[in-house]
């Protein structure tokens, strides 16, 4: 079955700690993204990375950090530079070139709480 | 600065009603615009609109485009509660490659 795979799930981190979200692709999907979700807001860019060891900054960068060392995977870290992380988190995946790019694939998410 | 704007934020409806949803923008160099449907969690695609007057059909669900009105509807007919959701439209630009997001309809179908 080919899909997008985020985990944990559900994520809680105390004040000051760092966490890494999970997300996974098998479709070979070269481009991936990460958004944020409030409610209200719709979704917001932080990170997306069109091929492996490559990665830009989407609109809300400050206070996360990613990698792509591989084309399957792109892990979210929300450091304790974040202020306000408690969100909904989302990645999602797409063919890199031509308009077929702009259909992103979305993962089943990670809700983010501070306690 | 590229925007989205979508209307109405929410919406109540009863099953078998007719509901139009809107999406405006604001975008420089226009390539696409996208329509998806988010339950609980991820979003699904419904439609990629690119041609301005052609419209995609899928079972209840329609949506066409506007260039000239910058804009485009989706259309459900016949409501059911399984299309309670929230609506999401996203347009494309050439010069980033970027989708923007708007805010999303909540659509509550009531039986």
């Known amino acids: 079955d080919g899909g997008i795979t985020q985990s944990p799930k559900y994520l809680f981190r105390k004040e000051g700690q760092n966490v890494t979200l999970s997300c996974e692709q098998n479709l070979n999907h070269d481009a991936m993204y990460w958004y944020r979700q409030d409610p209200g807001q719709g979704l917001r860019l932080i990170y997306y990375s069109q091929i492996v060891n490559d990665f830009q900054k989407g609109d809300i960068a400050e206070g996360y950090s990613v990698s792509r060392e591989k084309k399957e995977s792109f892990p979210l870290t929300v450091t304790s530079a974040q202020k306000n992380p408690t969100a909904f988190y989302l990645c999602?995946?797409?063919?890199?070139?031509?308009?077929?790019?702009?259909?992103?694939?979305f993962g089943p998410g990670t809700r983010l709480t501070v306690l | 600065e590229d925007k989205v704007v979508q209307s109405p934020l929410s919406l109540v409806v009863h099953e078998g009603d007719t509901v139009t949803l809107n999406c405006s923008y604001e975008v420089t160099n226009f390539r696409s615009l996208l329509w998806y449907k988010q339950e609980k969690k991820a979003p699904t695609f419904l439609f990629m609109l690119?041609?301005?007057?052609i419209e995609k059909k899928s079972g209840r669900l329609s949506s066409i485009l506007d260039k000239k009105e910058l804009s485009s509807i989706l259309n459900i007919t016949a409501t059911q509660t399984g299309d309670s959701a929230i609506y999401l439209c996203a347009v494309s630009s050439s010069n980033t490659g970027k989708l923007i997001f708007g805010q999303g309809t909540t659509l509550q179908v009531k039986p």
């Open positions: 999602a995946s797409s063919a890199h070139s031509g308009r077929a790019r702009d259909t992103q694939y």
């Open positions: 690119t041609s301005s007057g």
